[in-house]
């Protein structure tokens, strides 16, 4: 067998390999649409319908809020440390508030129902 045979079998078999093998992954590999609708329980699939929108602008919160905190000098971890600090403060705030509403609201009905009597 000439030295130029066995080159050019190589050439062939290393050809077959490396365009072949990607080919055959690629036509064996389901398209996204073919695994949602195929394979997909259809409970499931109204499920994940409904849920996309509500992802989708979570996902979209995610990444405004990365963007904010990349404005920043400060390592992205930190300004997100920052501003979940700053978020606690505020909804304890809020609860604070809340529970003050709460207990005006009852100390007046105790006063409407003592002079009431």
Request: proline share 3%; aromatic share 8%.
């Amino acid at each position: 067998m000439s030295k130029g045979r066995m080159y050019l079998k190589m050439l062939a078999s290393g050809a077959v390999l490396c365009i072949g093998g990607p080919a055959l992954i690629i036509w064996v590999t389901p398209t996204e649409e073919e695994l949602f609708k195929v394979r997909y329980n259809p409970e499931l699939q109204k499920r994940s319908l409904e849920n996309r929108i509500g992802k989708q602008q979570d996902f979209d919160t995610f990444v405004g809020k990365l963007k904010e905190y990349s404005k920043s000098n400060k390592p992205i971890w930190e300004a997100a440390a920052e501003d979940e600090a700053r978020s606690r403060a505020s909804a304890a705030e809020e609860q604070e508030r809340a529970a003050f509403e709460i207990q005006r609201q009852r100390d007046e009905i105790k006063r409407h129902s003592i002079s009431g009597q």
